[in-house]
């Protein structure tokens, strides 16, 4: 073996025959080979027993603990829907104090969305997709078990806190002043738990792209990949694009409410409209985020239904990317009646009606395929028909909505929430359940009983009808949305007691259903291996289940692989794909390329770890800490935080492998380690860095939406930032950029020496051009103005993301100096340097505004 | 349509009294019955592919039904749709004929102010809303600290006030009669219990009632009521209330000058009956949770009834 610090060849390509022959596959696997590899297999991917259970990071696990955790606290927040409706069922009830009553509905929408409806789609798909793919796990299962811990820790603070009458009570929307001005811990309840639940979608939805572009099976192009993984790319992107607004917002909301910034503050300067933009902008997208996964549901279970494969497959995939574009420019349709000019109001009319084209297409190629299939109904395929004829009623009401004159009206009542409950019930809840009858047998290998199935169906169905079709009349008789109470005398008695009604026969429905799913099912048998006849990758799964997600990575020609390569089953369970073997005992999946999906490289998963805990812990320390006010245990929670991760990422991600290939099996010799754009690393990074630039672009968008809108931006005689610092600074970061590209570069020309320079140096003018930034706005009191207050906030958010990079430039020096960075072996400082591409830019753009905008304004 | 309608609901935009909410209803009513067809035609496409129908069709029909159902008629629809929608948005919007009223949101009330056209100065009021029917008159909207939204049903639709950003949205009645307005924006605890009684008036009848409330309060005359003046000069009521005439002038809380006119008490809490004004002395802080203003319930029973008594003489 060659000692690869001496080593000076390149990184091996792949190598042998690809795609292979039908000799190859038609070669059968000696019995004892197949045996000897499946319990090596079995041993490299065993789920931890007892305790340590919980340490557990393989999808199948963390999918399920996800999906489970998502249920409890949609229970919950149904629960507290339910309290809304018994206070409303009479007028001027008594039962339920305003107070309480406001906490209630502010959590009830914010848990819906936050902690049941966005979770749920990042659950079931971490749950669903690797199978769907035929990958063995996601490609980074420690930050999926991230992800979940910092979502459990973070949905018990947010929604614990009505149990201590210290809820956020502002509403799910939070508008200031009224939010910024509300007493007590409630707003910042809402700001600080969510941001970090917020931090954790991100992380999840890096993983799903990454996922989906990346571990797909060999030949399984982007065209005939399942429409589930489509969804999953643009609702990935949508996340990505949509949260970073809300974080920024909620940044600057913390900043007012911690440190009285006034950055919504009319009286000085600040505008609560800018809220409502940066609100919205995720608020519309987000409604879509919830949309479309279920939508995907559908898109698997009705081809299954239809017995043939889907049609119009381009079509829906273009309306569903069209849907996500549109859907960032909408989002003044919830701003109708804050009094934007007249044109803008008609041009976001015209363009919220123009999404109802992508979703009719969507619905009729659903159509369509029923219509050329011989359909045979099935219980989930009733739950997709009452899924149906709800959100067609939502979509109508929405073309209603969407013309701005009919939403004067409408706005703010309860029409308004009768649309929106049928879109969500229609276009979320229905498919969801839907999809648990219809994967249910993957997940636990059991089925659902089908006549709890449909007294669930029709309880809900009814129920649902029962308590959100009079609303509709409700609110146009006048009834405004989040009351408390009402007087009587104006017709609204006789509606709200029915709907009251039918909110408790919706709960008797959920009472149903889940008992259906977590009733003992010891005795029940075990499934067949594909109940549904379904054609897609994930019906190969084994029964009993095995931890290994897939015995061997097939080769994949089509879009229903099941029903038009019959021989696949047979030769992925004996283990003549891909990856039969766990040879060295590592946990391995396959990376192919985005496009093409041609194998390029055997990624290293990770396996079950504490420390993901710990630094999910200590992340929601820093996070939860703020919110009393208790700023040094949350500053010491965020350094163990850092140190967690730091200690994570360095014992086991782009270790430097025992060998630089191996065989892949038939015949494919592939690379152990990738760096750069062929390693997943690199794409998350860059995918995360999008989000990051995101709500970066927020903080300027607000600097320049206050110039626009503001006349005293910034006032007369203010203090400007010190140009001649803000210059500096500028050069220190950019330098700090140059140095550590240019360390990758002099590192993989073997020049380590030169290379460990530039990365000591650079964290000094990294951190020099920060401090710079920061004496240059020293004098600035962002108490006073909005104009001071928001050049604080682009000086902070530069500092900590130029902190953030110096502790990858010495993350890198000290891999460099032991041994786990090497010119060869790169992957760290390449993803480094891309994360300094963006913050340079990030850099240079705020020290342009701050040091120019003076003698331009 | 009759049942939708609910002649006679003090708030309902199906009951409309005005220009404005006229037309909005009619964009409703086609609207209504446009969904209705299109939900049935999608719904009953469905049952039928997926329960009577056995015998799958040919693929080349897929075509026509995706680009027909998901392309062309809802583009056809929904152009003609929006053109019809968008071209009554200037109208909504469009300048008053003279009359300017000024509504600034308060926490949890109504600050009213007439500017009749050339006017120097405006006649303050608050909690209640009189216009003249057949003309439009303007409104200007701003907000004391949170946002609220102005919206009267009967008569059009709904505009958000903000602290430190006017807004403007104009209304034309038509059918005199008593109307309720509500706060349509979520505005703190007691937002449920901000609304107000909206009068539209025939024109001349309006001009008189705008000249009364012009002038000063009328001083009080019987026995009780002169002692429930004294008392509200002594609990200082005055420090919040403005009684024009009197030494009362707080701009705190809503004018009461002619308190005793209006038809509501507490903005549109309760009616304006004696027991009312009572009530609302004695039991403020439980009618309308967290409101500014301290319950009275210090004061005996006979002391209550003669502030009453004096401000429900506050013609």
Known sequence: ?857 | MALLSACGKDQSALDAAGVDAEAIRNIFMVTLVGACILWVLVNGAFYTLTRLRTDPLDDRFVRPLLIGGGIVVPSVLLIGLLAWALSILPDQRAPGDGLQVRVTGEQWWWRVEYWPDGAEEPIVTANEIRLPAGQRTEFVLDADRVIHSFWIPSLGGKMDMFPGRETRVSLHPERPGRYRGQCAEFCGVSHAWMAFAAVVMPEEEFDAWLEREAGDAVAPESAEAMRGEELFRSEGCGACHAVRGTEAVGQVGPDLTHVGSRETLGAGRLGATLEDFERWIAHTGELKPEVLMPTYDHLGEAEIADMATYLKGLK
């Open chain 1, 1 to 857: 073996m060659t000692d690869y610090r001496q080593d000076r060849s390149a990184l091996p390509k792949p190598s042998g025959t690809y795609p292979p022959t039908e000799e190859m596959l038609a070669e059968p696997v000696p019995d004892e080979v197949q045996a000897a590899q499946a319990e090596r297999l079995r041993a490299a991917w065993a789920t931890p027993k007892g305790f340590r259970y919980w340490t557990a990071v393989n999808n199948s696990e963390v999918g399920k603990w996800y999906c489970l955790t998502a249920l409890f606290f949609m229970l919950l927040a149904g629960v507290m829907a339910l309290l809304i409706r018994a206070q409303l069922a009479v007028p001027e009830s008594e039962l339920i104090s305003a107070d309480r009553f406001n906490q209630l509905f502010t959590m009830h929408g914010s848990a819906m969305m936050f902690l049941f409806a966005v979770p749920m789609f990042e659950a079931i798909s971490i749950l669903l997709l690797p199978g769907m793919l035929g990958a063995r796990d996601m490609p980074f299962p420690r930050l999926s078990a991230f992800g979940y811990w910092c979502f459990l820790i973070g949905g018990v603070f947010v929604i614990g806190s009505i149990f201590f009458d210290a809820a956020p009570r502002a509403g799910w929307f939070m508008y200031p002043p009224l939010a910024t001005e509300d007493e007590g811990p409630g707003s910042d309840i809402w700001l600080l738990g969510l941001s970090f639940i917020e931090v954790a979608s991100i992380a999840a939805a890096v993983e799903l792209i990454v996922g989906t572009l990346k571990c797909r099976p060999p030949g399984m192009r982007v065209n005939i990949m399942p429409l589930y993984a489509w969804y999953v790319m643009v609702v990935g992107g949508m996340i990505l694009f949509a949260f970073p607004p809300l974080i920024a917002g909620d940044f600057l909301f913390e900043l007012e409410r911690s440190f009285d910034w006034p950055f919504f503050d009319p009286e000085r300067g600040g505008d609560p409209m800018l809220w409502q933009h940066l609100f919205w902008i995720f608020g519309h997208p987000e409604v879509y985020i919830v949309f479309l996964p279920s939508i995907a549901i559908a898109a698997m279970i009705i081809p299954t239904v239809a017995r043939r494969p889907i049609v119009g497959y381009s079509w829906i995939v273009l309306s569903a990317v069209g849907t996500g574009f549109l859907s960032f420019g909408l989002w003044v349709h919830h701003m109708f009646t804050t009094g934007l000019p007249t044109i803008s109001l008609g041009f976001f009319s015209a363009a919220s009606e123009a999404v109802v084209i992508p979703t009719g297409v969507q619905i009729f190629a659903f159509l369509a395929t029923l219509m050329v299939g011989r359909v045979k109904m099935t219980l989930p395929m009733l739950w997709i028909a009452g899924a149906l004829a709800i959100f067609t009623m939502g979509g109508l009401t929405g073309v209603m909505l969407a013309l701005a004159p009919f939403d004067f009206q409408a706005h703010d009542t309860y029409f308004v929430v009768a649309h929106l409950h049928y879109t969500l019930f229609g276009g979320m809840v229905f498919p969801v359940i839907a999809g648990v009858y219809y994967f249910f047998p993957f997940i636990q290998k059991k089925q659902l009983s089908e006549r709890l199935g449909r007294w669930a169906f029709w309880l809900i169905f009814c129920g649902f009808n029962l308590t959100f079709l009079p609303m509709h009349l409700t609110g146009l008789w006048g009834m405004p949305r989040r009351i408390y109470t009402y007087p009587t005398g104006l017709g609204w008695d006789g509606l709200n007691l029915i709907s009251t009604v039918g909110a408790f026969i919706i709960a008797a429905g959920f009472a149903v259903f889940v008992w259906d799913l977590v009733r003992p099912k010891h005795r029940q048998p075990q499934i067949k291996r594909n109940p549904w006849e379904a054609g897609t990758l994930e019906w190969t799964h084994d029964v009993p289940e095995e931890a290994w997600g897939i015995r061997s990575i097939p080769h994949v020609t089509s879009r229903y692989p099941l029903w038009d390569q019959p021989e696949m089953q047979a030769r992925i369970d004996t283990g003549r794909y891909y990856l039969p073997d766990a040879a060295e005992g590592r946990r391995e999946t396959l990376v192919t390329s985005v496009i093409d999906a041609e194998p390029i490289q055997v990624q290293r998963v990770t396996g079950p770890a504490w420390i993901t805990q710990a630094a999910a812990a200590f992340t929601g320390g820093a996070f939860i800490f703020p919110t009393f006010h208790w700023y040094p245990p949350a500053i010491v929670c965020a350094v163990l935080a850092v140190c967690c991760i730091i200690y994570w990422l360095w014992t086991s991600t782009a270790r430097v492998p025992e060998a630089p290939s191996k065989d892949a099996g038939l015949g494919l010799t592939l690379p152990t380690y990738a760096s750069g754009h062929a390693s997943v690393g690199w794409w998350a990074m860059w995918i995360t860095m999008l989000g990051d630039a995101t709500a970066f672009a927020s903080l300027v968008f607000g600097f320049f939406f206050y110039w626009t809108s503001q006349d005293d931006f910034p006032p007369e005689g203010a203090m400007h930032a010190e140009p001649w610092l803000v210059g500096l600074a500028a050069l220190g970061l950019a330098a700090a950029w140059a140095l550590t590209v240019g360390a990758r570069e002099l590192n993989r020309r073997w020049m380590v020496g030169a290379a460990r320079a530039c990365l000591a140096v650079a964290p000094l003018a990294a951190a020099g051009g920060a401090a710079a930034l920061m004496v240059s706005v020293l004098e600035l009191e962002p108490e006073t103005h909005v104009y001071p207050a928001v050049l604080w906030a682009l000086a902070i958010w530069v500092t900590v993301h130029a902190g953030a990079g110096v502790i990858m430039q010495l993350y890198c020096l000290a891999g460099s100096v032991f041994g786990k960075l090497t010119p060869r072996y790169d992957a760290d400082i390449w993803n480094v340097s891309l994360y300094w591409h963006f913050q340079v830019l990030a850099a240079l753009v705020t020290c342009a505004v701050m040091g120019l905008a003076p003698g331009v304004l």
